[in-house]
């Protein structure tokens, strides 16, 4: 209660509503896992909403070279960038929000991907190494030296000066008419002398103050231009200019040096997330990493002159100051083995600084997602395997309540085949689907075989925009189809559907169509993919919106504002078309009072309200009774 304690006129902010709103949640976030040609394992999730996007963090569509665990001595084979397809399926049927967990495989908790590197100079020296394992860091990186315009200066009395100057500059130092005109140094404040010097550390003796400098000396600082061209043709490549040589160099408070915005630990995580490489030299201050440059080319072919030559050389070209290196010179960065069911679930190490997780212990971390698919999981997998991905994806929806899994058949199954992989599945938190899609690689321009859960999980985002949640994502047309992997016709459907095995189908003139909703429970309260869907928007909206109500006076005021606060939500819900019934007490009720709880429930804390509604089904059997009828009979 506000006190008064001296006369005046007191202004204060009151409610006069009798409930709190209660917004509904997105629907349409989802998550992928499974391998890719580059990105981050371990970092923090990223929501990618293109496929520009995608490829900008986790690499093209080109295959994955991946060798088998279970066939050792067998060269890596070319497999089907299945992540990449999926994200593509998903943004062409409207998907607009998906986070990507990449795995790699494991033996023993140690990765089987290598990283690319490449040293710079003499070995043991400054090395660049791709940022992320996989084949996709055999990249070409470029580093470029860039000579600035003279910044020394000379005021009316003849006192020198710099201008555009930061401590820990690596500068080239111009005197004409001496031995050795160009040198190179480190430029340091000296606090005590109020003064500029011109350094050499470990050599004070060469040391030169600003104060000797005399007219016609030049000081021109040094930079580097730093560019990587991913493998990819399609997308171009970056850039970063102006980097500073030494590790310690800050400008406005911020490390801009090679070392620094490229290092193992970036100062800005987020930003570190988009390099592609990182550069291991911070040991080496600023004229230490030039004469690594310089050291990594002598000449640029039998008797022409070298990298030192061009820099110290008065209007070279930027091509001549340019060092090319390709990352897998040192180490070739490889994509490892396929993943295994140990990587798809993945790590949570809580005790690194920050926590460490992979697999589908990252997704914990996302709220937003409601969809999770691994697309590719069930490619030329035995059933056992695939059965075991698709438990650890059901297992995770279940902890987090408010998901579903979109599950995969193994590609060329017959249909008892995939009959015998719905009988080892039961629950209301995944549907399964059948056939796989067929589709043109952009890739190779051939057509593909791709698991069906890129398409479908976009459909269900497609579905939730265009129509609601409550409507069931089927009879939806299936973009990029060319057909599938099967071709189903009713009579096969009839054996699968009762089983929960969602089809697709083709259709003379209505095209290629997702036929099928249900999930794989053996509860009938339970089949409808867009009931469990559904409800889990209706627990998860209410979840958040009552989130005021803990730690308020747990009485009949609290109960009455729970109460209302839901069924004006429910309300909206049903006057929207989302629940069955004429009138509002036939489609929700609402009790929170007495009733519902007990003195021992409000003893131990507890506030106990029920909900009930009366969700609709989809009207999966259209049946229509025709007869013959005359026309002398009244109806």
């Not at 990223?46 to 991946?66: A, I, R, W």
């Not at 943004?91 to 990449?102: D, E, K, P």
């Not at 409808?528 to 009485?555: C, H, K, M």
Request: proline share 6%.
């Amino acid at each position: 209660m506000a006190q008064y304690l001296s006369p005046g006129v007191y202004i204060e902010e009151v409610s006069y509503r009798s409930t709190r709103a209660i917004a509904g949640v997105g629907t349409t976030t989802t998550g992928f896992i499974g391998p890719t040609r580059f990105g981050p394992v371990n970092l923090e999730l990223v929501m990618v909403s293109t496929l520009g996007e995608y490829e900008q963090v986790y690499g093209d569509g080109q295959p994955l070279l991946l060798s088998d665990p279970a066939q050792p001595g067998i060269p890596p084979q070319a497999y089907p960038n299945f992540m990449w397809q999926a994200a593509r399926a998903f943004f062409a049927q409207g998907g607009q929000l998906l986070y990507v967990s990449r795995i790699v495989g494991h033996t023993n908790g140690v990765s089987n991907a290598a990283i690319a590197s490449a040293p710079i100079g003499s070995p043991g020296g400054p090395t660049i190494y791709a940022r992320y394992p996989g084949a996709y860091g055999n990249m070409p990186v470029a580093i470029t030296v860039n000579v600035g315009q003279n910044v020394l200066r000379f005021d009316k009395t003849g006192t020198a000066g710099l201008g555009s100057v930061e401590e820990y500059d690596v500068v080239m130092l111009v005197i004409p008419g001496s031995p050795g005109t160009k040198a190179f140094y480190l430029v340091e404040w000296d606090a005590n002398a109020n003064n500029w010097f011109f350094t050499v550390e470990g050599s004070a003796s060469t040391n030169i103050p600003l104060a000797r400098a005399q007219p016609g000396w030049e000081v021109h600082v040094l930079t580097l231009t730093l560019t990587v061209t991913p493998t990819d043709p399609t997308i171009a490549p970056q850039t970063w200019a102006g980097l500073a040589l030494d590790s310690r160099h800050m400008t406005s408070g911020s490390n801009d040096s090679l070392s620094g915005k490229f290092g193992a630990d970036p100062h800005n995580r987020e930003f570190g997330r988009e390099l592609s490489i990182l550069f291991d030299g911070a040991s080496l201050n600023g004229l230490g990493l030039l004469s690594s440059l310089f050291a990594a080319s002598p000449t640029r072919s039998p008797g022409s002159p070298g990298l030192a030559f061009a820099v110290e050389t008065s209007g070279s070209t930027d091509a001549a100051r340019t060092l090319s290196f390709q990352l897998g010179q040192g180490v070739m960065g490889t994509d490892g083995t396929l993943p295994a069911l140990a990587d798809y679930e993945g790590t949570d190490d809580e005790d690194s600084t920050p926590p460490i997780k992979t697999g589908l212990a990252q997704f914990e971390d996302v709220e937003d997602i409601s969809i999770v698919a691994a697309p590719g999981s069930t490619y030329e997998a035995d059933p056992d395997k695939a059965v075991a991905i698709m438990q650890e994806l059901i297992t995770h929806c279940e902890t987090m309540r408010y998901r579903i899994a979109v599950l995969d058949s193994i590609n060329h199954q017959s249909i008892n085949d995939v009959r015998q992989l719905r009988a080892q599945l039961d629950t209301s938190y995944a549907a399964l689907y059948y056939p796989w899609v067929r589709v043109m690689d952009p890739i190779t321009s051939t057509p593909i075989n791709l698991p069906p859960s890129g398409f479908v999980a976009g459909i269900y985002a497609r579905n939730d925009v265009t129509r609601a949640v409550y409507k069931a994502p089927a009879n939806e047309v299936v973009n990029l189809a060319l057909g599938f992997e099967a071709n189903i016709n009713k009579a096969q459907q009839d054996i699968l559907n009762p089983e929960g095995i969602n089809c697709f189908r083709f259709f003379e003139g209505r095209g290629y169509r997702l036929w099928g909703a249900r999930t794989v429970s053996s509860d009938t309260d339970w089949n409808y993919v867009n009931l469990r869907r559904y409800f889990a928007y209706l627990e998860r909206s209410i979840d958040i919106g009552t989130q005021w109500a803990v730690f308020e006076p747990n009485g009949d005021r609290l109960w009455a504002k729970v109460a209302a606060s839901i069924a004006s939500f429910l309300l909206a819900e049903w006057q929207a078309g989302a629940l069955l019934g004429a009138k509002p007490e036939q489609a929700f009720f609402v009790k929170c009072d007495r009733t519902t709880m007990t003195q021992n429930d409000i003893d131990l804390g507890r506030l106990v309200c029920q909900v009930g509604v009366a969700a609709l089904r989809p009207a999966e059997f259209v049946i229509f009774r025709v007869g013959q009828w005359t026309g002398d009979r009244s109806s």
